[in-house]
């Protein structure tokens, strides 16, 4: 198969396994050019590309931009702030005003959640979710499965932790599904008020003790606690957390075993996470920052590729 099944890139909940495995193979030719002296093939040459931010980020607003400058594509960058929907503009006359000046795909980062969704039904332009809301972030998903792949050969039967902010976190709403179609098995470990009721009907089991759940695990994913997100308290205190389920040396040294660390960033660093295993070697973190870029180029070049 040398097609994506899709249009757009909403979420990884929909996506075929098929399609999973043609980015990722994408992606290996992407690093290869990555590699080179001159990291820029013409493969999008014909192609603009509005690269639209209505929630602040660094790494998947650069990461796109240079995906896009890698593959040749022009691109437009457009954040919220600065902009006409500080005067009351609509999201669709936003973008529907961006399309008229010839645009051929939309990257977009909302804070609702379904937004991306809600533009593909009405413009006629590949969409791809940047992260939206508490939903789905696909490009970040694929990024993690594409750099535990690479460490790991293959992701059947990996035992895959999620630690933290599950209930609030758009990574582990793509994280989950893309590692569960590609046959690992995921866990997720946090305070109860931080993981989604039902949370096994997605195929995931819950561990409360983050001990037991290291100890069970090849790979942990460390999840930022995301207070932006949170119109209530979901925990006593930030300190109070990170004494329950922070990641720290010590407590990695005292298990019997090598366990791959990765977060998605913006890490906070002594919270989720201490930065004597966020700089280690056993932390993925800025490899998987390094995938992302031939992950969101091999997604690119898929896209157009169907038009
Ligand atoms: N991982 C991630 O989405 O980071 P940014 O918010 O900096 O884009």
Known sequence: ?????????????????SDIDLIFKTADNFKEVLNRPIKKVPSLRDITIANMFFEDSTRTRI???????????????????GSSVKKGETLLDTVRNILAMKVDMIVMRHSSSGAPNFLAQHVPVNIINAGDGTHEHPTQGLLDGYSVLQKF????????????????????????????????????????????KHIEELGVTYEPNLRKALEWCDVANVLRIQLERMDIKFIPSLREYSLSYGVNRALLDSLNKDITIMHPGPINRGVELNSDVADSKQSLVLQQVENGVAIRMAVLYLLAGRN
């Open 63 to 81: 990461s796109f931009e240079l995906a896009e400058k890698r593959l040749s594509a022009d691109t437009i960058n457009f954040s919220s702030s």
């Open 1 to 17: 198969m040398s097609a994506l099944s899709t249009k757009h890139l909403i979420g990884l909940k929909q996506l075929e396994k």
């Open 153 to 196: 050969g293959s992701l059947k039967g990996l035992n895959y932790l999620i630690i933290g902010d599950v209930k609030h976190s758009r990574v582990a709403g793509s994280d989950i599904p893309l590692m569960l179609k590609m046959g690992a098995k995921v866990k997720v470990c946090g305070p109860p008020t931080l993981i989604p």
